[in-house]
């Protein structure tokens, strides 16, 4: 069975510009969360998204959206995009809710220049 | 929010040597307790999880145990094989997950 893919694998921008990365969950899960790891850091919880509709939200600017599409894949947008923005931007995918045993892909490497 | 402490931030090991990561939490509303296994390059994989209703969780080499009066929970690896060298997060999950920061551990052939 596939698990969780993400798409680009890496990714190059630059100061101000906009990025969207995408998730296709792993099949019959409903739900997808996005992390942000920084290096040297632990995931950071920036969304979590269960039947099309956000269920949770971390401590992110407003410059950072996602939406999940009716086949319970899930983009997640940044704009203007800042340095501090380079990091891994993992997903995670779970039959139903964060409370669940989620299963990460293996992430989007952004790097802001 | 929930806060996820973790230590140690590194640990080296000889090779067959039992390796222990601590973590603290301080939500005690939190019910969920996964452990990854995180590869240069990689996403992290579950490699063991428990509920708030269960002290302890062992499966083959790997074992987690629980604390909820002192809010803390621990890996233990036995028998550390080379391949075990990785970085390892803990969680801790209310409404969303929460990682600590990791643990590069080393297992010296």
């Known amino acids: 069975d596939a698990g969780v893919t993400q798409s680009p694998t890496h990714l190059i921008k630059t100061r101000g510009q906009q990025v969207t990365l995408r998730c296709s969950p792993i099949?019959?899960?409903?739900?997808v969360s996005w992390y942000q790891q920084v290096l040297g850091q632990g995931p950071q919880f920036i969304f979590q998204?269960?039947?099309?509709?956000?269920?949770g939200r971390g401590n992110f600017p407003d410059r950072f959206s996602a939406r999940q599409f009716p086949n319970y894949s899930s983009e997640l947008n940044v704009n203007a995009l800042l340095l501090g923005d380079s990091a891994l931007y993992l997903c995670?995918?779970?039959?139903?809710?964060?409370?669940?045993?989620?299963?990460f892909g293996p992430g989007t490497r952004l790097l802001v220049l | 929010g929930e806060n996820v402490e973790q230590h140690p931030s590194t640990l080296s090991v000889q090779e067959g040597d039992s390796a222990v990561i601590k973590c603290t939490y301080s939500?005690?509303?939190?019910?969920?307790f996964p452990w990854y296994k995180q590869e240069l390059g990689k996403g992290p994989q579950l490699i063991i999880d428990?509920?708030?209703?269960?002290g302890e969780k062992k499966d083959q080499r790997i074992a987690v145990t629980l604390n909820k009066t002192a809010k803390h929970f621990s890996l233990h690896i036995t028998e550390t094989q080379p391949e075990d060298s990785a970085v390892y997060f803990c969680?801790?999950?209310?409404?969303?997950?929460?990682f600590g920061a990791g643990t590069r551990l080393t297992v010296k052939p």
């Open positions: 995670a995918s779970s039959p139903r809710a964060v409370q669940e045993t989620q299963y």
């Open positions: 099949s019959g899960h409903k739900s």
């Open positions: 998204y269960y039947e099309k509709e956000e269920r």
């Open positions: 939500d005690s509303a939190s019910n969920y």
């Open positions: 428990i509920r708030s209703n269960v």
């Open positions: 969680a801790a999950s209310t409404h969303d997950m929460r």
